[in-house]
């Protein structure tokens, strides 16, 4: 199964970036690029996670897996990212050990979103 490591490349964490200049979410995702994405691991640039006030942000999210965004990163993290998308691809629910975890990814997290659930599932409430 194949995990998504979405980087947010319009992410401008604080900065105001001349015309051309790269911004320092498009550097985080270069940086990501550079450090060597995992097997398994689908690096994804998208234009907002709407998390503007928490600096370059990534999110992690797989089919049936709990997801997670992180923020407060810049380039300098690319490596730590990489070694928790690796962690992320090799847990079935995505919930890694806390141990196991980056120290960007303890203390860094944004949000954690918890596995769709398929709609057929869903059992519905019995009617009275």
Not at 13 to 25: D, Q
Not at 40 to 47: F, I
Not at 56 to 83: E, I, K, Q, T
Request: hydrophobic share 40%.
């Amino acid at each position: 199964m194949s995990v998504t490591l979405h980087v947010c490349i319009t992410c401008r964490a604080g900065e105001t970036p001349s015309e051309g200049e790269v911004t320092p979410g498009k550097r985080l995702h270069g940086a990501i690029l550079e450090a060597g994405v995992p097997e398994g691991v689908n690096v994804v640039p998208v234009e907002c996670l709407s998390a503007c006030s928490q600096g370059c942000s990534v999110a992690l999210s797989a089919p049936g897996r709990w997801s997670y965004v992180y923020g407060r990163l810049s380039d300098a993290n690319a490596s730590d990212v990489v070694v928790g998308a690796a962690a992320y691809a090799a847990a079935p629910d995505g919930l890694v050990p806390w141990r196991s975890r980056p120290e960007i990814f303890r203390k860094q997290s944004l949000a954690r979103i918890p596995p769709m659930i398929p709609a057929m599932a869903v059992v519905p409430e019995a009617a009275e």
